[in-house]
């Protein structure tokens, strides 16, 4: 059944062209995802095609009621049936996840027979998103998805809209199978092109021989009598006119040859890498039967753990227990003597360190290591170099940075070896942020620090995990990593010999006399 119809719609935002297209069907059952890079339209284009913003040209054909999940966690009307089982338990001021998953039990209440989901897992925990992607399986609506999450689209997708280049085009099958299309498609547009280059090239040659063949032709040697001369003339003219004759016939197929333009550059679509993604992947990490050696010592012993997403993980153990070398075999400073590596579902025990900053793992190492004779905005600067989402980006990363550590920002031209050992090591946070990183490694943050920095620095930590990153830490002061980590791994002599909730474990005798003090 025909839901929506749309012919020849076109949008504008000042003189430029977010998109123009000849047709779009969505028909019951359908399960789009639309897919394009930032500020490509997508957001747009739901709103069009909804009615709340009018198309510049074209007519859309609208013959359901529409139901909308908008990415700002606005609601459309109230939430009741089942999809109230998104709705976390508890009233008064609602978080920004809170607010989420009310708007999406709000439009999933209505039951209209086409949903729209702008970006529906922002915010959400993994309990609210794996709730989400159970009523999308479920829902009986037609959906059209916006998303960033790769894993999402895959599962869920019957077909993928792509905006590139102010054009829109339909792809059958899931994200990964809309790559593979969009890459034979690039490939051959790529060939073409070359194969119009080499033709054009060979005929621009060939012209200009025979030209210069024609012009070349000497004429009859002064030596020569006057009838020699004279048959000499005539076969020159006679060789003139075919190389003439020749040239043009070349130049009139150069004239015909068909022109292909240069496959364009397409905007960079920033997605979540595989089942890797962020915001489905129950694991963020998953190690197993990692092995250090320092040559004949054995320092680190088949450790195997898993890192949960968007949670705080705390690693304890007395000096010299394998803490530090196991975040270096993680994030590839050191290379393990065997063991598998995984980091959001994708295997990194053999990638390049810089590449597995690209994927989303940072490390801020033990004693800061900022650089001194730089100034803070420089050491935030080169957090960012890795990063090849735009200006606009960073400079919004920048304020992020210092409004989570204003300090930074009364500082930033401030020399970073002049500062306390305290806004170093913010600094050295803050320069791990820019990365922007799914997953932060911590060794030591609070060493050196007075009480009263620990705490700011502990409590830093804490929101940058609020906003989505996965934490592992090392720490020394293990009562208040304890308080703040979900879970806690103890390590003695390069082995794991204890694990579990961290608040169970604070509580356990062993570590209390170990590591707590009694």
Request: proline share 3%; with cysteine; net charge positive.
């Amino acid at each position: 059944m025909l839901l929506l119809q749309a012919d020849h719609v076109s949008k504008s935002f000042g003189d430029r062209l977010l998109f123009a297209f000849d047709r779009l069907e969505i028909h019951s059952g359908d399960r789009i995802g639309l897919v394009g890079a930032n500020g490509a339209g997508k957001s747009t284009l739901l709103a069009v095609l909804r009615g709340d913003e009018p198309a510049d040209t074209g007519r859309i054909d609208r013959r359901c009621a529409i139901a909308m999940a908008r990415q700002s966690g606005e609601a459309d009307g109230t939430a009741d049936g089942p999809s109230l089982r998104l709705l976390s338990p508890g009233g008064g001021r609602k978080s920004g996840g809170e607010r989420t998953r009310y708007a999406l039990a709000a439009a999933f209440s209505q039951d209209a027979p086409l949903l729209f989901a702008d970006e529906p897992t922002t915010n959400l925990d993994l309990d609210g998103i794996e709730q989400l992607q159970k009523l999308l399986l479920d829902s009986r609506s037609a959906v059209v998805l916006i998303s960033h999450d790769r894993a999402l689209l895959d599962r869920f997708c019957t077909s993928i809209w792509a905006i590139e280049n102010s054009g829109l085009r339909v792809y059958p099958g899931g994200y990964s199978d809309y790559l593979a299309q969009r890459n034979r498609e690039r490939a051959f547009e790529q060939f073409e092109y070359e194969q119009y280059c080499a033709e054009k090239s060979r005929l621009q040659q060939e012209v200009y021989s025979r030209r210069e063949q024609t012009r070349a032709m000497r004429k009859a040697p002064k030596r020569m009598g006057n009838s020699e001369a004279r048959l000499h003339k005539g076969k020159a003219a006679e060789q003139q006119g075919q190389l003439a004759k020749r040239a043009g016939v070349l130049a009139k197929r150069l004239e015909r040859l068909e022109e292909k333009q240069r496959p364009a550059n397409l905007p960079q679509v920033r997605m979540a890498l595989g089942s890797a993604s962020p915001v489905t992947a129950r694991r963020a990490a998953c190690i197993e039967g990692l092995t250090v050696r320092y040559g004949t010592r054995t320092v680190l012993q088949n450790a195997s753990f898993e890192l949960l997403t968007g949670t705080r993980t705390v690693m304890l153990g007395a000096n010299g227990a394998g803490k530090t070398t196991t975040l270096h075999a993680v994030s590839r400073l050191l290379k393990p003597k065997q063991g598998e590596i995984s980091f959001c579902g994708q295997p990194i025990s053999s990638m390049e360190a810089h590449k597995i900053i690209q994927l989303g793992l940072t490390q801020v190492p033990e004693g800061r290591r900022v650089f001194s004779q730089l100034t803070v905005q420089q050491n935030l600067a080169l957090g960012a170099y890795t990063r090849k989402d735009g200006a606009d980006a960073v400079a919004a990363d920048y304020e992020m940075v210092f409004q989570r550590l204003p300090r930074l920002k009364e500082r930033r031209r401030q020399i970073a070896g002049t500062l306390s050992g305290g806004e170093q090591q913010m600094l050295a946070i803050g320069r791990a942020l820019m990365c922007k990183p799914k997953m932060l490694l911590l060794d030591e943050p609070s060493m050196g620090l007075s009480p009263l920095l620990v705490q700011e620095i502990f409590s830093i930590i804490h929101d940058v995990n609020q906003s989505g990153v996965t934490i592992l830490l090392v720490e020394q002061n293990a009562k208040m990593a304890l308080e703040i980590a979900n879970r806690a791994y103890v390590l003695e002599t390069g082995s794991i010999v204890m694990s579990g909730d961290a608040h169970e474990l604070a509580n356990n005798d062993q570590v209390r006399k170990a590591y707590l003090g009694g």
